[in-house]
């Protein structure tokens, strides 16, 4: 018989090498030399940190009870990892982007950073893995038990003390070291390849020192199967579809799976291989299970625990070193499970809830002034201790076997509760933080009244009469047959309800409630990782194509290709994409970002290249960009019509006040010169008629009468220019009545007469009808007949001149003609006859300002009609007034 | 002929056969899940009642399933481009 010290000699050597390859792969790392820490392989056998105590002396025994049963335990994760591609690739590359330090983390962060998400969760998990982390303890003193030489002296309680004792200083020791940015532990995870070998090795030297070394081959030891095991009753059972269900789950949802899983991946590639390799793994550490416990039943004497059947096959068959092996191999699955669990729960209880509760208790004190990285790992540490003193305490405080045998599968329900929420997150954009608070709550209540508080046989809460005839004997509400189901089982009916009700809760209340905007933010980063990337890809390199797919998105598809061609044509590529260059990169980001803005082009490449995570400065300085590039090209819009709009008005008024100042200047010059020649003359006679003393009677009355005339003709210009100035300021006064207009017509012809009869000029009147009332100032219309016909008659040069005076009615208009058979205007003289100062020809008497005209359109404007120069073919000007008849004047006309 | 359409060409193809590629991928653990998570293998009678008969047929499709994996890992390499 081994003596029970030298295995623990062996098991302190085997311990001490541990030690020895944790403390190399982490100096290795920290030296930057740990490709073989790296590799694929290293990352599958840690995987194996799945297969616990329970499950390698477990699996035999569940074999020895319940047949092919066990190989649930295995399925379940190997249909995951077939899955992979779909599923955990998207888990692995999502916690590797957003740095998730724990499956508390990944469900918070998913759901807007949610810290009271992580506590539930870090509690579900706690609560879930210290009856884990107790089975662990129970399975290496009861393994360690069967060596002892006298069971009297052997004390379990204080083997698993110092068991624990020596793991919480491993963990603390390799577990934090340092607080990682990636929470990645390559000492831990190296020893735990080697536990993983160490496991395979001895569960394989054992079925085959059972297949081939008791029995003979494979046939014989399955045909010394007990005829329990083989049964009419179908293979797949509700029981084996639960069993399943649960360790896939499992293989997400357990802190210590998705430690490994998830937060030690240095590179997505090495899932690829895990898909394959861990299912092997399973495979061949399954492959002799239900043979060593055919072997047990058959060669060892009945009563037996064939949970131990694994160590005590050899042990009791002589074979010493054997059995030592599958202690290494029990004792490195407990070990291993019981490292990584209590890292994995450390990193959740210390940055989940012991750190927020700490900056919240230190909120007043500058942050500046403490070490959190050294608060981190003390918390870590001491988090560390008292997971494992928990587990140490449950494993004393129940003390027993049985109650701990089925705790395994009640801990994978409990830790279930986070699938929903956990899937919903990945690959449901509605999924809400309170929907998965509410469903995870939901999940776990019914799991605790249905399946763990019954576990403890009435001695927890409910008690026995609950249990039969449900609280307050409302038999609807019995713990193990909710709303009077028939399942049997107790872990299907506890399943079927949490994982039913959780799910139910998830999704009615993800719909009625309405996310965050950093949920929103969160759920499309998510959901949506793959869909615009669908390359695997680990380096930070994009493919050429996705590229191309985005420059077309974003440029145009012409654009695009007219670029990717450009470098294609630079590399000497006849056809296809160019090749992938940093140079194509700088100049395609330039290119996008004058589409997008800098921040924004250079976030977008980055995720399509999967080269750096989108951080949110990078999305803030990207919203900020877009913000202010449309914010700025408002306010350009809004000042670039207000600009044109001013420059309009602007250009308006130039125009206007050029007008006027040339009209300004016209009018000056004109009037200083018509007040020129009169004051000229005055000034000469009067002069002559100051100095020279001597001059004759006759001639100073003569000169007297020019001077007097000329100061009328001054008083007269001024006149016409102050009445002018009057009328087109709109200030004239107006003596407004109703009037005849063959009186003012005849009216002005009186006062024409002389004048006309003086050149002999003949003046026709032809107004019809008759009478013709109007609305008007009699006395300015009288002035500007006057003028028209005085002018007539100067320009009256014909052999006989006639000049034609013609009234008649237009639509509610008076329409009248002054017309004579002279030379006519000009048609270059047409256009200006109405300015001031102009004059028809160089013949003009001297007696006329060339106001006249100016001031009968102003009369014509103020009485509200107009006056024109009507151009024909006919010889003479042809003046044509219009202004509009009285109401009286339109009635007679009607 | 340009070069226009022979990019564009060349990337939808190369985009549809990695389509195709995953849509394989997704089989696999659907047919496994109907086999080893539905009572289908038992009312098809593959397996038997024989406790023998049925770890050989579990243990076979077991192994089976684990060789399309591997060989569906091969096939998805070129849709997995670089490492670490």
């Known amino acids: ?894 | 002929m340009t070069e226009r359409p022979v990019i564009s060409q060349d990337a939808t193809r190369k985009a549809r056969q990695s389509r195709k590629r995953q849509e394989v991928a997704l089989l696999i653990p659907l047919f496994g899940a109907i086999i080893l998570f539905t009572p289908l293998l038992g009312s098809l009678g593959i397996g038997g009642d024989s406790l023998k008969s049925r770890f050989v047929s579990l243990f076979l499709i077991w192994l089976g399933l684990i060789i399309a994996s591997f060989i569906m890992r091969r096939m998805l390499r070129p849709d997995m481009r670089g490492d670490d």
């Open chain 1, 1 to 894: 018989m081994l003596s029970f010290n030298v295995l623990i000699t062996i098991c302190l050597i085997y311990v001490g090498i541990l030690f020895a390859v944790a403390g190399w792969a982490d100096a290795r790392a920290r030296a930057g030399s740990a490709k073989f820490l790296r590799s694929p392989i290293v990352y599958t056998l840690s995987l194996s940190v799945y297969c616990t105590a329970w499950t390698f002396y477990g699996a035999v025994g569940s074999a020895a009870r319940n047949g092919l049963e066990f190989a649930t335990i295995y399925l379940g994760p190997t249909l995951v990892f077939l899955a992979w591609w779909w599923v955990l690739r998207r888990l692995v590359r999502l916690g590797r982007r957003q740095r998730i330090t724990s499956i508390a983390d990944f469900i918070s962060s998913r759901y807007g950073n949610s810290n009271i998400i992580a506590v539930i969760v870090t509690l579900l998990c706690v609560i879930g893995s210290t009856p884990y982390i107790a089975l662990q303890l129970q399975s290496l003193t009861l393994s360690l038990g069967v060596f002892a030489e006298d069971t009297q002296t052997y004390m379990p309680g204080t083997a698993a003390f110092w068991a624990a004792v020596g793991l919480a200083f491993f963990t603390i020791l390799f577990g934090t070291r340092n607080i990682d940015a990636n929470e990645r532990h390559h000492g831990v995870v190296s020893a735990i390849a080697v536990e993983a070998i160490v496991k395979l090795v001895a569960l394989l030297s054992v079925g085959i020192f059972v297949v081939w070394g008791l029995a003979n081959g494979p046939a014989d030891i399955l045909s010394r199967a007990p005829a329990s095991m083989s049964t009419a009753e179908p293979l797949i059972t509700p029981r084996w579809m639960t069993l399943t269900f649960l360790s896939a789950t499992a293989i997400i949802c357990l802190p210590r799976m998705f430690q490994v899983l998830v937060v030690e991946n240095t590179a997505e590639e090495h899932l690829a291989t895990a898909s394959w390799a861990f299912p092997l793994y399973l495979f061949m550490l399954s492959l002799f299970v239900l043979p060593i416990a055919i072997g047990g039943l058959s060669f060892l004497p009945e009563g037996s625990n064939p949970d131990l059947f694994v160590v005590t096959l050899p042990l009791e068959t002589g074979n010493f070193s054997l059995a030592t092996l599958a202690f290494l191999g029990g004792f490195s699955s407990a070990t291993s499970m019981v490292i990584v669990a209590a890292i994995a729960l450390s990193t959740m209880v210390s940055n989940h809830i012991v750190l927020p509760l700490w900056i919240r208790a230190n909120r007043e004190r500058d942050p500046q002034s403490d070490d959190v990285r050294s608060l981190l790992l003390s918390a870590r540490r001491i988090s560390i201790v008292c997971i494992l003193a928990l587990g140490y305490l449950y494993y004393s405080l129940t003390d027993g076997t049985a109650a701990l045998a089925s705790i395994g599968l009640i801990a994978f329900l409990g830790v279930a509760q986070v699938l929903p929420a956990l899937l919903g997150g990945l690959f449901w954009n509605n999924a809400t933080r309170i929907g998965a608070l509410a469903g995870i709550l939901t999940g776990f209540a019914i799991w605790a009244y249905t399946l763990f508080l019954p576990s403890f046989e009435g001695q927890l809460i409910l008690g026995q009469q609950a249990l039969q005839t449900g609280p307050w004997d409302l038999t609807w509400l019995r713990p193990q047959s909710l709303f009077g189901s028939q399942i049997e089982d107790p872990l299907v009916h506890a399943t079927v309800f949490s994982i039913g009700g959780n799910l139910l809760v998830f999704v009615v209340v993800s719909l009625i409630t309405d996310p965050t905007p950093l949920e929103r933010l969160q759920a499309v980063r998510m959901v949506h990782a793959q869909d615009s990337n669908p390359r695997f890809r680990s380096a930070g390199e994009a493919t050429i194509e996705d590229l191309f797919i985005l420059a077309q998105r974003i440029l145009g598809r012409a654009d695009a290709t007219a670029l990717f061609e450009r470098f294609a044509r630079t590399q000497n590529r006849q056809s296809g994409l160019p090749e992938y260059t940093d140079d194509l990169m700088r100049v395609l980001e330039r290119e996008l970002a004058g589409t997008v803005g800098a921040a924004a082009a250079h976030a977008m490449l980055a995720q399509v290249s999967g080269s750096e995570d989108l951080s949110f400065e990078d999305l803030f300085a990207m919203a900020d960009e877009t913000a202010e590039i449309m914010e700025y090209s408002q306010e350009l819009e809004i000042r670039s019509r207000e600009l044109a709009e001013t420059a309009a008005k602007l250009r308006e008024v130039n125009m206007r006040l050029t007008d006027i100042s040339s009209q300004k200047d016209a009018f000056l010059s004109q009037v200083s010169h018509e007040l020129r020649t009169p004051m000229t003359s005055i000034r000469s006679f009067s002069e002559i008629m100051r100095d020279n003393r001597g001059t004759p009677q006759k001639d100073q009355k003569r000169f007297a009468s020019i001077i007097h005339d000329e100061s009328v003709r001054l008083t007269h210009l001024l006149d016409e220019i102050l009445d002018l100035s009057f009328l087109e300021s709109g200030e004239a006064k107006l003596n407004i009545q109703d009037s005849e207009l063959s009186e003012i017509v005849s009216r002005s012809l009186n006062s024409t007469s002389a004048m006309a009869e003086h050149r002999q000029i003949t003046i026709l009147t032809d107004i019809r009808p008759k009478s013709m009332r109007l609305v008007t100032d009699p006395n300015r219309l009288s002035q500007v007949l006057i003028n028209l016909i005085t002018n007539a008659i100067k320009y009256g040069t014909a052999d006989t001149p006639i000049v034609k005076i013609s009234a008649r009615i237009r639509q509610s208009e008076v329409i009248l003609n002054v017309k004579d058979n002279g030379p006519g205007i000009p048609p270059d003289t047409a256009r200006i006859i109405f300015e001031k100062f102009s004059r028809v020809g160089q013949s003009a008497d001297r007696g006329s300002a060339g106001l006249g005209l100016a001031i009968a359109r102003e009369i014509m404007r103020n009485l509200g009609g107009s006056i024109q120069l009507q151009q024909s073919n006919e010889k003479g000007a042809n003046f044509e007034l219009r202004m509009p008849l009285s109401i009286a004047g339109k009635a007679a006309a009607e």
